[in-house]
């Protein structure tokens, strides 16, 4: 085995009094004459236990999941979870050490944490690849989670909803072949390849050579995929794997990869990317997108306040079967405002121009994507009561000859990413020209997603108001993770009585579309992952 330092730990082996199983239902009376050994010549670091002067083990341990504990100063116990190995083997729950005397216990107590601390820290030979033992993914995220989300993404149906997504894949369709100089006589890692179809993309675009890491099952569709377009595919090698573990054999000039969710930043893919970026791109490489923009502006829609408040009516009932349900009326509505609303509206909402908050892959660290705090100021344009915050996001392909813009924006061709708004249950009134503040506090959580903590305050108007003295405050906390799918089509809103109906989104705010293909009709359906790229979009 080699630790960090790449100096190898030498086998080492220690003469036991006796070893037994601790289990109690175990009737096996302890080995005499044992012998433990450290070793790692099967490529996994183990500890075996061989009576003399047999030489085939009868207990193994893995030290990947072993822990040590004293019993006394010459007993101790060796826990091990098992592992996939031990199912053909004869790895033990929990075995009893009994030592010859307190200076050997000692030593291989201290044998015992050395080669731990070589396990955890060092890499592990597994088929050829290297592997930690636990990545900065597996240290972050929920293994139910993570479970949940390449299963879904393992799945074709998913796949092809972003592919059919024609403004999403059109456009880095476009800006790949855009800016073949970027990719022409390269080496390209692909982040997330899914399907691989970003991989081929560079490859069409002149790739030297495409790496396509994909965690999921669908790494074996994309080998077939890539198998099936030969021209294309003797440049691309699939990678199973996180971008977190994986070795890659050589550095890479240029990323690209699709690793938005909703709000630009749900399923903390943005975080595997930066990963990916200070382990495989050369300095100065490039990244595809390079930047991205959450954009965000106060909103006022009466109909969706009053259809997520009418939600909670039915726990108002006092004679349900003869039971009174309303005791659990106030968590109901507060749940149901702790949705963020994911659809596709009418800009005409806004009652604000927008601001955004800017997000540079190149140069960000992955821990500043742990929180994220927005101070919020706008300028009102019309008299409204706002009912919360939309939000929409964008990204840029800066290449070398085209600059690209993803957009996701209301009125924009609608994506599969929709729009979120965050509802107040409170909602604020502002007049034309008034001052609205406030504060999106997002931080990350282990389910791939975020708790969003939104405040938004309208100062007082007219007299009193040089005092300075805020008159409205509203608050609300959501959970991105758990979002109300709302109708797909952007609705024929009435304008608001005293709302101008001028487009309120500047041409400079919404980047120029890539592209004129036309808008697919999409249609919702729920999904087993909220957290994910989510809803089928098909074209009907
Ligand atoms: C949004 S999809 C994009 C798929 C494909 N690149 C495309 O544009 O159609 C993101 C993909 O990244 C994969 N993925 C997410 N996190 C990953 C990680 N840490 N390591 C490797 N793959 C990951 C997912 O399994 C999923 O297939």
């Not at 085995?1 to 730990?9: A, F, I, N, S, Y």
């Not at 994507?369 to 919020?376: A, G, N, T, V």
């Not at 929709?418 to 007049?431: A, D, G, N």
Request: contains cysteine; hydrophobic residues 35%.
């Amino acid at each position: 085995m080699e630790g960090p330092t790449g100096q190898k730990l030498k086998q080492q082996e220690f003469a036991l009094v006796s070893v037994s199983e601790l289990s109690p239902s175990s009737s096996t009376s302890p080995s005499k004459l044992v012998v433990a050994r450290f070793c790692a010549d099967s490529g996994i670091s183990e500890l075996r236990f061989h009576k003399e002067p047999e030489s085939i083990a009868t207990r193994n341990v893995d030290l990947r999941t072993a822990r040590l504990f004293k019993l006394g100063p010459v007993q101790s116990v060796c826990i091990s979870e098992g592992s996939e190995a031990s199912k053909e083997t004869s790895y033990s729950r929990g075995i009893t050490v009994q030592f010859r005397n307190e200076e050997e216990s000692r030593t291989f107590h201290s044998a015992f944490e050395q080669w731990k601390k070589e396990v955890s820290q060092g890499k592990q030979l597994s088929n050829g690849t290297v592997l930690d033992t636990r990545s900065k993914f597996d240290d972050k995220i929920e293994p139910s989670s993570a479970k949940m989300y390449f299963h879904y993404y393992g799945q074709l149906l998913h796949q092809q909803n972003m592919l059919q997504d024609y403004v999403r894949t059109g456009t880095y369709y476009a800006a790949v072949v855009e800016n073949r100089t970027d990719f022409i006589g390269r080496v390209v890692v692909d982040v997330g390849a899914g399907s691989g179809i970003l991989s081929l993309f560079a490859a069409q675009a002149g790739a030297k050579h495409v790496y396509a890491v994909e965690a999921s099952e669908m790494a074996e569709y994309a080998q077939k995929l890539i198998a099936g377009n030969p021209s294309l595919g003797q440049r691309i090698t699939v990678v199973k794997g996180k971008v977190e573990e994986v070795e890659l054999p050589e550095k890479a000039d240029i990323l690209i990869s699709e690793p938005m969710g909703t709000l630009l930043v749900n399923e903390r893919m943005l975080e595997s990317y930066v990963i990916a970026r200070d382990r495989f791109l050369v300095p100065n490489g490039k990244m595809f997108p390079t930047v991205g923009r959450i954009h965000m502006a106060p909103f006022s829609d009466e109909y969706l306040f009053v259809e997520i408040a009418n939600k909670a009516l039915f726990w108002q009932q006092h004679n349900y079967y003869g039971v009174d349900l309303t005791p659990l009326h106030g968590s109901a509505f507060q749940g149901y405002f702790s949705q963020p609303v994911v659809d596709a509206f009418d800009p005409r909402l806004l009652v604000a121009p927008p601001i955004f908050h800017g997000i540079d892959f190149m140069k960000i660290k992955e821990e500043e994507l742990y929180e994220i705090d927005i101070p919020l100021r706008f300028t009102s344009s019309v008299g409204a009561r706002v009912h919360g915050l939309a939000c929409w996001f964008d990204v840029l392909f800066n290449g070398s000859t085209v600059q690209r813009w993803l957009s996701t924006a209301p009125g924009a061709p609608t994506t599969h990413w929709y729009q979120l708004r965050c509802v107040l249950s409170q909602p604020i009134y502002v007049m034309a020209g008034q001052e609205i503040t406030g504060r999106l506090h997002m931080i990350a959580h282990n389910a791939q997603s975020y708790t969003i903590y939104l405040t938004l305050s309208a100062k007082m108007w007219g007299p009193g108001a040089e005092q300075g003295g805020i008159l409205q405050t509203s608050s609300c906390k959501l959970d991105l993770k758990e979002p109300y799918y709302r109708m797909s089509q952007p609705q024929a809103y009435p304008i608001v009585q005293d709302q101008q109906s001028h487009q309120l989104i500047s041409t400079q705010d919404i980047p120029i579309q890539s592209h004129d293909l036309e808008e697919p009709e999409l249609m919702q359906q729920p999904s087993p992952n909220s957290g994910t790229h989510l809803n089928i979009m098909e074209n009907v």
